[in-house]
């Protein structure tokens, strides 16, 4: 039974909230590419994007392991047959909270590209 692009995005802030990384990099292309504002501050060199699960693997390990009350509050999902676009609230105790846009590019089930917007 293959997953609806909503429950794979469903799953995704399942994972992430859990901070469960193998069941998050499970979702994701092999070859998936990630871009976000927050890797542009926190790793330059990048200029925001990394490719591959052994990135993605090393970027979140560190978000988890630096924001152990890190959690996402789902505001709305919107999807296609081909992509999802998630707003959510990025929540970690300490920090003003987030407004999030995601968009998660969906292939055969995997999420091959996802792209994070906030200010």
């Known amino acids: 039974m ?20 193998e069941a998050l990099l ?8 990630h871009f976000s504002p927050k890797l542009k501050v926190r790793r330059p060199e990048t200029n925001g994007l990394i490719v591959g699960k052994d990135a993605l693997r090393a970027w979140w390990r560190d978000a988890f392991d630096r924001l152990p009350t890190l959690h996402y509050e789902v505001v709305k999902l919107t999807a296609d ?3 999802v676009f998630m707003e959510y609230i990025r929540h970690v105790q300490g920090e003003e909270d987030l407004r999030v846009g995601e968009v998660l590019e969906i292939r055969a089930g995997r999420i091959v590209a996802s792209r994070v917007y906030h200010g």
């Open 26 to 33: 499970a979702l994701y292309a092999d070859d998936a590419q």
């Open 2 to 21: 293959s997953l609806t692009n909503k429950q794979i995005a469903l799953r995704w802030f399942a994972a992430f909230n859990a901070h469960d990384l």
């Open 81 to 83: 047959d081909e992509q």
